[in-house]
């Protein structure tokens, strides 16, 4: 059973340019959460996905950034227009449902580097 | 709202000897706390958890923490470390209806021979 899958592990982006992470949960698992961890900080929640549903995204910035969970295929984060700020390691984490005592398993991360 | 502190940023110490890795936690409500551990250009392992029930919690590679109600406590304690346990730990609680979770900054721990 293979874990969480993030893809690329690491990308390279000029100011201005999009960024697109992808995240594959594990097998069973409907239930997605992303987390930026920022250079000597500890990872910060951004968004909760389930299946076609934003369930939270309160820890998403405004502007520029975006999420989605198909029916099909994995989830992504979008980062439109980057800028230097935005380079960190992105994480996403899946479990098989809602609630607190569902573990929720980690992916290997996506470091991203704006030039 | 709730928060976690992780007081101590960097944990340098020798193989062999005992560590405590602290971590404080702010809640108003039911607690559920977690301890991480990242290598590095890796992502988060779950090292060990406190739901309910024995406040005291082990990993299987001998790591231990004691849930402490009365001093909002969670901290991670190792007898005698490896040069292996060398990481980054952050300590989480669970926050909100939908159980995203909340960490702390995390600890560096560096394990000398």
């Keep these: ?115 | 709202a709730q928060s976690v502190t992780q007081l101590d940023s960097q944990v340098p110490v020798f193989e062999e000897a005992p560590v405590e890795l602290r971590c404080n936690y702010s809640s108003s409500v039911s607690v559920y706390l977690f301890w991480y551990v990242q290598y590095p250009n890796q992502g988060l392992q779950l090292l060990l958890k406190y739901l309910s029930g024995s406040t005291l919690v082990e990993s299987i590679n001998g790591f231990e923490a004691e849930f402490n109600k009365s001093q909002t406590s969670f901290h991670l304690r190792k007898p005698s470390v490896h040069i292996s346990d060398t990481a980054e730990y952050f300590c989480a609680v669970r926050g909100g209806s939908q159980g995203n979770l909340i960490f702390g900054k995390g600890t560096k721990l560096s394990v000398k021979p």
């Design chain 1, 1 to 115: 059973n293979a874990g969480v899958m993030q893809n690329p592990r690491h990308l390279v982006r000029r100011r201005g340019q999009e960024a697109r992470l992808r995240c594959s949960p594990m097998k069973g698992h409907s239930h997605v959460y992303w987390y930026r961890q920022l250079p000597e900080e500890g990872l910060k929640f951004m968004v909760y996905l389930q299946k076609e549903n934003i369930i939270d995204e309160s820890g998403m910035p405004k502007e520029r950034f975006s999420a989605e969970f198909p029916k099909e295929g994995p989830s992504i984060l979008r980062i439109q227009q980057v800028v230097r700020g935005d380079s960190a390691a992105y994480f996403c984490a899946s479990s098989v449902a809602e609630g607190n005592s569902y573990e929720q398993y980690f992916g290997p991360g996506t470091r991203l580097t704006v030039t």
